[in-house]
């Protein structure tokens, strides 16, 4: 054997020690998730009726580098560090209801690729695998098994306080405990100042209230029993800063997320994984 092929045999007995020490469910594929893309790291989370969720991996290319940094058994999730060379890999995105052309453009152009054709039902894009490394936190979350891109971490703790805006983190020293979350949504409580907005906004506005309405735009949305979206405007001397801020109230639900309720009004706020474009609305197969 090879001195690269063994150092391979080593890597992925190493990933497969790492994920059932957890434990999580692992299968190193022997052949591509996705037809055509042999040399790109791929990974998914199937489901059979035997095993449940577990993780599919294709290493792809001898020089890709995959290997788990850490892991908590306690929250069953685990860091994963991904690094491979800049390569063109294809992918296919289904057309559906929550997929806009504007998105397909941007996450093209975002990985410095193309639009190859495009049919009826789907578009072909030419995309580029990122040169530098990155990490992923991989793990159970509420009911079933998630794969997020974090900007930092390497443990499980500082990949959660990477996924953490500064809103949040915030909003955590002002009232310990108090802060709800549903998958990559937040939900923090609300000023007396900002409750009377709200209530001086819905006097205003009443049509804006939305009831069982989605809080923020993602493939399959969360929902909630009361919205209202609320466009800011703030100008100094050189700037002028627009944004928009989303408050719910009641009953949240989502078929992946265990529902969370709203006593009182809450500013709905996502967590900061790196996506595929700002919208959200194409989930890669594997994790290029």
């Known amino acids: 054997m ?20 957890v434990p999580l469910g692992l299968k190193l594929v022997g052949a591509p998730i ?13 489901k059979s009726l035997r095993f449940g969720e577990y993780f599919r991996i294709w290493l792809g290319a001898s020089d890709n580098e995959v290997e788990v940094l850490a892991t908590d058994s306690a929250l069953r999730q685990l860091v994963l560090r991904v690094k491979e060379p800049r390569r063109p890999f294809v992918q296919v995105v289904r057309k559906n209801q929550w997929t806009r052309p504007v998105d397909v453009e941007e996450r093209a152009r975002a990985a410095g690729g193309r639009i190859l054709s495009e049919t009826r039902n789907e578009w072909r894009l030419e995309l580029w695998t990122p040169e530098e490394e990155r990490r992923f936190l991989c793990g ?55 409750e009377h907005f709200i209530e001086q906004h819905r006097s205003a506005r009443p049509r804006g209230l939305k009831l069982r ?5 993602s493939g399959q949305p969360h929902v909630a ?16 800063w627009r944004w928009r801020e989303v408050y719910a109230q009641g009953l949240v639900t989502h078929p992946d997320h265990r529902d969370v309720h709203l006593d009182d009004w809450t ?16 989930r890669l197969p594997w994790i290029d």
């Open 2 to 21: 090879s001195t690269r092929n063994a150092e391979r045999a080593r890597a992925r007995c190493r990933l497969q020690t790492s994920f059932s020490i």
């Open 225 to 240: 029993d009361k919205v209202i979206a609320i466009d800011r405007h703030f100008k100094d001397p050189g700037h002028d």
């Open 213 to 217: 309405h989605p809080i923020g735009e």
């Open 267 to 282: 500013k709905v706020v996502r967590n900061s994984e790196i996506r595929s474009s700002p919208r959200d609305r194409l």
């Open 34 to 46: 996705v037809p055509g893309n042999a040399f790109v790291v791929q990974m998914d989370i199937n």
């Open 140 to 194: 159970k979350d509420d009911l079933h098994l998630f794969a997020a891109q974090v900007r930092e971490g390497d443990t499980v703790a500082q990949a959660h306080a990477s996924l953490k805006p500064r809103l949040v983190q915030d909003a955590d020293v002002l009232w310990p405990g108090q802060v709800k979350r549903q998958g990559e949504w937040f939900f923090l409580p609300v000023s007396a100042e900002e």
